[in-house]
């Protein structure tokens, strides 16, 4: 049985990315596992009575993004896990990768953020140079 993650941040080219991966899960047994990384929980901080609510504030955005990609893949009779993890996204990725022995990570070329792209150098560049498996980066 293969493996593959997806990473997602909700960009176009991520979901692009996920459409790649339930094409090719199709053409035979497939666990799929959907990530989206929140850097924002790295720096998570916040005095007693409003951490819950900044906590819920922060995981808002993510949540909506892999319950799109679960309706995605039901649309399509296949069923995903879903996962929200803390810290950097390529080295996150990367190391859920090893630690489950993934097969294939597929990543979309340009994230949301585009100015920190231009900046730091995007994700999936990163992530093609440190994965332990093939990286799969959409356009």
Known sequence: MKKYLVCLD????????LDMALESA????TDILAVTVVEALTF???NAKDCEATFKNILREPKKILAEAEELAEARGLTIQTRIEPG???E??????????IDVIYVG?????DVENLLLGSVSMRLVQIAPCTVVVVR
Do not use: L, M, N, Y
């Open 88 to 90: 950097r996204p390529a």
């Open 92 to 101: 996150t990725v990367a190391r859920i990768a090893r630690q489950d022995a």
């Open 44 to 46: 998570f901080d916040c």
């Open 26 to 29: 199709a053409c035979g047994k």
């Open 109 to 113: 070329s340009r994230g949301k953020d």
């Open 10 to 17: 909700g960009s176009e080219t991520s979901f692009r990315a």
